[in-house]
């Protein structure tokens, strides 16, 4: 009797792990960049991983992190990854105008109310208008960053010095070691330090009236991946969306982005709430492109004026809107 019952537990266990390792078959890989890791908006993803939100919907991601702009595009022309998030449109506009094989498959940020512009709070820099001759950084050429500093600076009328200074740690250390005079970064980065007083809040993505219903950053996919992959695609811009709903319901998310950018849980959630409304992040609709398209030419992104529906070729976006 005894023998038996061990054959059958025996014969349950293999079943257990036959279907196990059955539906981890199932799942099909997909290759993910994300810019600047430990942020809210490059984090939903993340979450979404977490959450088992991707799992469900059949889909095994792999997360590679970039230093964004030009570092992130290139590495979906390459094929090395399939799709990438949260990356400037005027640089993909510049890419694909020169013929990278690159498709943007949802909006990913329209406005910037995410990003801010700070000094050290002992060098006397408290807006823009003490910014002339000093220097002021984004991420990278092509950036979303890039795109608001140069917007900002036409807009104030300051002649500062756009400088490229990668990501958001490393642009810290340039900022408080003196090399650069006005540093980028999002939050959670930085905002204890901006609670504390040792650093000041110059200006704000957000301060230019024209960007703020302008999507600033999008989704994209290497057209070849889109091509291959587009059911597999499909169902993972759907997750993703799924992913936005949960992280902005579900408290795990406010748990999950504390831990990945290494903050208190009450900064994450004050730099969710100030920081990341909800509407800014939606993924189905590309606004804003006429402005856009100018931005591009005045910025030397594009060779020459063109029009929206020029580019219109660039665009192919696969996220289902709810009904």
Known sequence: MRKTALLAAAFSSALVASVSLGYAQTLETLKVALPQKGN??????????????????????QIVYTQGGSATVQAVISGSVDVAMQTGL???????????PVRVISAAMTGSP??????????GIKSLKD??????????????????VLSMLDMAK??????ATGGIPGTYTQVMSGQIDIGWAVPPFGIADVNAGKITIVAKGNDVPALREETIRVNFANAESLTKKRDLLVKFSTAYAKSLDWAYQDP?????????????????RESRDKFYPKEALQPYEVKGLDLAMQQALEFKFIPKA??????AGLFDMITPKPK
């Open 114 to 123: 995410d990003l801010y512009f700070y000094a050290r709070s002992d060098k």
């Open 40 to 61: 809210w908006d490059t984090g939903i993803v993340e979450f979404g991983v977490k959450a088992g939100i991707f799992k469900d919907a059949g889909i095994d991601v």
């Open 158 to 163: 300051v002649k500062a010095r756009p400088t």
């Open 90 to 100: 005027l640089g993909l506009i510049g890419a694909y105008v020169k013929g990278a």
């Open 252 to 268: 795990k998310a406010i748990a999950y982005f504390a831990e990945g950018a290494e903050v208190t849980p009450d900064i994450a």
């Open 306 to 311: 063109m029009t929206a529906k020029e580019v």
């Open 131 to 148: 910014a002339d001759g000093k220097t002021i950084s984004y991420s990278a050429a092509g950036s979303s960053t890039h795109l608001v």
